[in-house]
């Protein structure tokens, strides 16, 4: 089985290694996703009004690998 799919597409092995991915993940509870929805929504819009600030990925990456010691 793994031989025929390392013999696969690099697309189409990325695409089994995303399903097979996904099947190991619990089930989304639907009053979870609408609560992470919700709270996307209000993130975004604390932004927008200026009440939130944000930072580069960058540099949030380095503060991470600074915390880590790499």
Do not use: F, K, N
Not at 23 to 40: C, G, N, Q, R
């Amino acid at each position: 089985m793994l031989r025929e799919a390392s013999d696969l597409p690099i697309d189409q092995r990325l695409t089994l290694a995303h399903r097979l991915l996904e099947s190991t993940e619990p089930a989304v509870i639907d009053e979870v996703d609408h609560a992470w929805d919700l709270e996307i929504m209000q993130r975004i819009e604390r932004y927008d009004q200026s009440l939130a600030s944000s930072r580069s990925a960058s540099d949030v990456i380095a503060d991470l690998d600074g915390r880590l010691g790499r």
